[in-house]
């Protein structure tokens, strides 16, 4: 009995050691948590960081400029944080793949600091990323994401995604062209810009399932484009002229046409 008694305290013991140990935060433990604390202090739900692209539509190879901002969204100060004299980043993706940062290769000193964000009162810098590959040639044409970054201390803030597109050197005029429901339309088009042939791509915006190409036609020096109004609206087609067995990044032109399907009785 007394042996039982023996086994049944030991175990009970050990039990309390362990849930003691458990309970007894490591140096390492208690640094984390002290990070924790930091990273509390500076809570995202606080800050607001946004990037906005100067425009919209870049020409490939030329630079396009981006805003990064810290607003404050609290009514009292909060005060920023930074390990080092870097206070912003940005980063550009090209479908999944990042391509471009623009820290990459700069040095900063270390130089721990903070800044006060006042309420109203929002901290911006612009970053500009010259759109060319690493042997300097115009990048793809087509969508960017890009984001922007504030390099708080101990954890890095992100901003919401930026779209840009790469467009074509030349951009004729966006023209305008009006069709009545279930009707067909056509869009003449060359088959070769400074006397290089070329072949043409075509995009849409808030297409919808509005207008559906149906056909087309060709001559020794023109494409005609068939197309047929199946929904009322509007939507914008972006058609783009690449040189014929190139690389389909490299466009030469591109011509809009803003397309609006009416109702017979309109």
């Known amino acids: 009995m007394g042996a039982v008694v023996y086994h049944r305290g030991m175990k009970r013991a050990i039990f309390a050691f362990l849930l003691l140990v458990c309970l007894c935060p490591s ?19 606080d800050l607001e960081i946004r990037i906005v692209p100067e425009e919209l539509e870049v020409i490939a190879g030329q630079t396009a400029t981006f805003t990064i ?7 009292k100060v909060v005060n920023v ?6 206070r912003f980043d940005l980063a550009v993706w090209h479908y999944e793949t990042q391509i471009y940062r623009w820290s990459q290769g700069k040095r900063w000193e270390e130089a721990p600091h903070s800044i006060p964000i006042r309420p109203g009162v929002p901290e ?41 597109r790469l467009v074509p050197p030349k951009l004729v005029p966006e ?5 009545r429901l279930k009707q067909a339309f056509e869009l ?6 400074d006397q290089k042939p070329v072949q043409w791509h075509i995009e849409y915006d808030n297409n919808d399932n509005r207008v559906d190409l149906i056909g087309e036609r060709r001559t020794t020096r023109t494409v005609t484009y068939v197309f047929e109004a199946k929904r009322a609206g509007h939507v914008t087609m972006h058609l ?18 803003r397309v609006e399907v009416v109702s017979g009785g309109d």
């Not at 901002?69 to 009514?75: A, C, L, P």
């Not at 944080?81 to 870097?86: C, I, S």
């Not at 201390?153 to 930026?162: E, G, H, I, Q």
């Open 27 to 45: 140096h390492r433990a208690a640094a984390d948590w002290r990070d924790y604390r930091r990273w509390e202090y500076v809570n995202p739900q």
């Open 69 to 75: 901002s810290i607003r404050n969204k609290t009514d």
């Open 81 to 86: 944080t930074f390990g080092t004299g870097q």
């Open 124 to 164: 911006t810098c612009q970053i500009a990323w010259r759109t060319l590959d690493r042997i300097f040639c115009p990048l793809p044409q087509g969508i960017y994401k890009v984001v922007g970054m504030v390099m708080t201390k101990p954890r890095v803030l992100m901003s919401n995604t930026a779209r840009i």
């Open 175 to 179: 023209k305008l062209v009006k069709v």
């Open 188 to 193: 003449d088009l060359p088959l070769f810009l």
């Open 240 to 257: 783009y002229a690449r040189p014929l067995y190139q690389n389909l990044g490299r466009g030469l032109e591109r011509r809009s046409f």
